[in-house]
């Protein structure tokens, strides 16, 4: 029988590419890692390693136990670890963001609730439009809306979002009428600086497609920015849905050109690098994935 712990060895012999480095990371002697792995090689009947006086690297066989069998090994762990701990206390600290319309109107009751059934855990709920570095700010969870950028993260699609084109009645009973995307060119939009293009926007309707180029008197940082312009009269607003709804059944916006439809977003839990993901944070997506699906 293998010795599985042998392959975490050779995991951190691959990552470090030194018997020095792998030992401080794995807190042993560099004899201890030599033995074991000089071991396995003998076990499996194959060379793993091309030892030089400077630096240690994969060979054929090594690349494909660290492609193949590591990933496997990892998993294991995960599982091992989630049966062990599914019946613990969830304490500590966990620490997210989320867009602030997010957080306020979806985030938070579910963030409550979760405190609620885990009252030993503390958190702490970074509500911010901007994107965040998970890594460098220590940040456990985000999650983000619209189109992810930053291929190194793991993320987990949640759900969908439609984007509206809106005004308030005030601002649209002043203007010129709105009747086909042409006639937007007319109007001001409240331009979101944290898209790529935030003046260049497709409509579409069934098979047709409308391009549209909108001009600016305002740019801002936050989606609660351009709702406090759009109650100002200020001009045309994008928010998403679930943001406008109540907006829109108290009377003070209007949804514009509704049979057109702007590009829809995805909601997606974003993970730091790596493979471990922590229980409090597995935890809480499952429950927000259940709110989710009553929506």
């Known amino acids: ?107 938070l009751p579910v963030l409550l609730e979760f405190s609620q059934l885990h009252p030993q855990l503390e958190i702490e709920l970074r509500s911010s439009d901007q994107v965040r570095d998970l890594v460098r700010e220590g940040i456990d969870l985000a999650i983000r809306g619209g189109w992810l950028r930053d291929s190194s993260l793991k993320a987990h699609k949640l759900a969908e979002f439609n984007q509206w084109l809106l005004a308030t009645p005030q601002y649209l009973a002043q203007h010129p009428p709105i009747c086909q995307p042409a006639d937007l060119t007319a109007h001001p939009l409240i331009a979101f600086n944290q898209l790529r293009t935030p003046l260049h926007w497709h409509f579409r309707q069934a098979e047709l497609m409308e391009e549209v180029h909108f001009t600016s008197r305002f740019t801002v940082s936050s989606t609660a920015s351009i709702q406090a312009l759009l109650l100002q009269h200020a001009g045309l607003g994008i928010l998403t849905d679930y943001t406008a709804q109540p907006l829109i059944a108290a009377g003070q916006l209007i949804h514009i050109l509704p049979d057109w439809q702007l590009p829809a977003g995805g909601i997606y839990a974003v993970y730091p690098p790596g493979p471990h993901r922590p229980l409090k944070v597995r935890r809480f997506v499952e429950l927000l994935q259940q709110h989710l699906s009553y929506r």
């Not at 499996?44 to 136990?65: D, N, P």
Request: hydrophobic share 40%; aromatic share 4%.
């Open 1 to 107: 029988m293998l010795d599985l712990n042998s392959l975490q060895l050779v995991q951190a012999l691959a990552h470090s590419g030194s018997f020095t480095a792998a030992a401080e990371r794995l807190g042993c002697t560099k004899t201890k890692i030599s033995l074991q792995v000089k071991a396995l090689e003998q076990q499996l009947g194959v060379a793993l390693f091309r030892r030089t006086t400077r630096q240690v690297s994969l060979t054929t066989a090594g690349e494909q136990l660290v492609a193949q069998c590591l990933p496997l090994y990892e998993q294991l762990q995960r599982e091992l670890q989630q049966l062990q701990h599914q019946d613990s206390v969830l304490s500590g600290k966990m620490v997210l963001t989320a867009p602030e319309d997010y957080a306020r109107q979806i985030l």
